[in-house]
């Protein structure tokens, strides 16, 4: 986890994401393995914080709706289908204290 990853995750009172980032994060830790970018323990330790982290977060469904939206996101910004997923359910919590955080400049665009 980058710093300003763990200063964000440190502060927020809730950290919320769709269920799918469960996924891409259990995928990347296996490409990562399967590349030698970590050793298989690394790999397991990973999953082991990824199952733990998991426990505190709220987790958005994807429902008709967040679909609906994600498809319009994704045609409307050029957003591949996972990112839009994100993208959307960020906009259907929108507040004021909501913080949307992401590696990818596109992203955080839409």
Do not use: F, K, P
Request: glycine share 4%.
């Amino acid at each position: 986890m980058s710093a300003a990853c763990a200063e964000l995750w440190d502060v927020a009172e809730n950290v919320t994401t769709t269920r799918l980032a469960y996924i891409e994060a259990a995928a990347a830790l296996a490409m990562a393995e399967r590349l030698e970018r970590v050793s298989a323990d690394t790999a397991r330790v990973g999953r082991e914080v990824l199952d733990q982290l998991w426990t505190v977060m709220d987790v958005i469904e994807l429902d008709v709706a967040l679909m609906a939206s994600a498809a319009h996101l994704a045609r409307d910004h050029g957003l591949r289908g996972y990112d839009a997923t994100h993208c959307a359910a960020a906009v259907a919590i929108n507040g004021d204290e909501v913080v949307a955080a992401s590696g990818d400049a596109r992203l955080v665009s839409a």
